[in-house]
């Protein structure tokens, strides 16, 4: 008898339990404000499209990288 009380004790802690998170989600939301999209640029020597931020400029256009803007034989813009 004493183990039949035993176990509708622990189920009763177990229901309990889960009641009470169910009610309470374990980590709130954050409000937090959205992030506005950067402006994509187009690399003028392989055409990937990259964040304006990333992008290294040439006199003849924007590249994603030293290497392009030196492939395609462009400078610095001065």
Not at 6 to 18: F, G, M, N, T
Request: hydrophobic residues 40%; positive net charge; proline residues 9%.
């Amino acid at each position: 008898m004493k183990y039949l009380f035993l176990l509708v004790v622990v189920l009763v802690v177990i229901w309990a339990i889960k009641r009470s998170r169910i009610g309470h989600p374990a980590e709130p939301k954050k409000n937090t404000p959205p992030v506005a999209p950067s402006n994509m640029v187009t690399c003028a020597h392989c055409g990937i499209h990259l964040p304006q931020e990333e992008a290294v400029t040439g006199e003849k256009g924007v590249y994603c990288s030293t290497e392009h803007r030196t492939a395609a034989q462009d400078r610095n813009p001065a």
